[in-house]
């Protein structure tokens, strides 16, 4: 099955400078890589995901990078703010089958803004 | 609203008294699937249905059992529970139709067995 591995597991920046979380993936054969944003008490929301056919995926201060090659993916968040505080998951999975395997989490990475 | 209901929100019980989580969604979403997340493990996914009468095994499923016989419902049945099963449960639901889209998480059920 497939293995997510996530860094790093707790990540402390300044407010206003950019954040960078990393992701390995171990099956080839996936091609959807979603980021998910859980603030502390809440549930995962997803705040943005790439397939992968495309190299870069961008929303606002968020981006996604795959290097399908290296089987990576990164997550870039870009003048952070405080209400950027939170747990980032990311996760894999292929979409053959209609992806039936589910997706497989990383194990989080506890990101904190400091003022 | 579109959303997914768990229920209980928090329970303490005891080892082996058999206990249900429910899950329900109002999405007539296709895909639904119970995950638990531990400190330092992340969220790690217990089992999951593509439809009715349709459920798998997903990578911790030892100790839990579903049953998927309506779209909306997904319970969570822990029929002799253990300390070890002492964690945050989420329920989650998506549509699938050959690409996956957002899963839907509902609350969470903190659990904790004695």
């Known amino acids: 099955g497939e293995n997510v591995e996530q860094h790093p597991s707790t990540l402390s920046v300044q407010e206003g400078d950019s954040a960078v979380i990393k992701c390995t993936y171990s099956?080839?054969?996936?091609?959807?890589f979603p980021w998910y944003k859980q603030e502390l008490g809440k549930r995962p929301q997803l705040i943005i995901d790439i397939r992968s056919n495309v190299g870069e995926k961008k929303d606002q201060r968020i981006a996604v990078t795959l290097n399908k090659t290296a089987k990576h993916f990164s997550l870039h968040i870009t003048e952070t703010q405080p209400e950027d505080s939170a747990v980032y998951f990311c996760a894999a999975t292929s979409e053959l089958g209609g992806g039936a395997d589910g997706l497989t989490f990383g194990k989080g990475t506890h990101l904190i803004i400091q003022p | 609203e579109a959303q997914v209901t768990q229920n209980p929100r928090y329970l303490i019980t005891v080892t082996g008294k058999k206990l249900t989580v429910t899950c329900s969604q109002n999405?007539?979403?296709?895909?639904m699937s119970w995950y638990r997340q531990d400190p330092g493990l992340g969220l790690r996914q217990i089992y999951y249905?593509?439809?009715?009468?349709?459920?798998d095994k997903g990578d911790v499923p030892e100790g839990y059992k579903v049953s998927r016989k309506e779209k909306r419902n997904f319970p969570l049945i822990l029929e002799s529970p253990s300390p070890n099963q002492t964690s945050l449960y989420f329920c989650?639901?998506?549509?699938?139709?050959?690409?996956?889209?957002?899963?839907?998480f509902g609350e969470g059920s903190r659990l904790t067995v004695l």
């Open positions: 249905s593509m439809n009715v009468e349709v459920t």
């Open positions: 999405m007539n979403h296709e895909y």
């Open positions: 099956d080839s054969a996936s091609n959807y």
């Open positions: 989650a639901s998506s549509f699938i139709g050959g690409i996956l889209r957002e899963l839907f």
